[in-house]
């Protein structure tokens, strides 16, 4: 992915949220955009600096909670590991998410 104008990633993350969950959309959009603007901080503090990385991490906030990191030893440490790349954190963290989200819903069906 190229790079683009930060206030663009904002959008685009925002627009994400906000088609995908409801909650989102109903969320004040100041509020929203506020909460976009800090993760995007959090991230750079984990080294993500590319859009998609970025977009990653952000989304995962949304979904298991912006505490996310200190909830999960195995996201702690990902996250902190200094032997990934900013890519590798981001692909893994997508990865773990998308596995752990599939994991509790599939106990739920049960």
Not at 45 to 72: E, K, M
């Amino acid at each position: 992915m190229h790079q683009i104008r930060v206030s663009t990633l904002h959008e685009w993350i925002r627009e994400i949220l906000t088609t995908t969950f409801p909650d989102a959309a109903s969320c004040p959009p100041a509020d929203l955009t506020g909460g976009i603007s800090n993760e995007i901080q959090v991230a750079t503090g984990f080294g993500f600096q590319q859009n998609d990385h970025l977009s990653i991490y952000v989304i995962t906030a949304w979904v298991l909670g912006t505490d996310f990191p200190n909830r999960f030893p195995a996201a702690h440490n990902a996250l902190h590991s200094p032997n990934m790349s900013p890519g590798e954190k981001a692909s893994w963290l997508s990865g773990w998410t998308t596995s752990l989200l599939s994991t509790l819903e599939t106990d739920r069906d049960q």
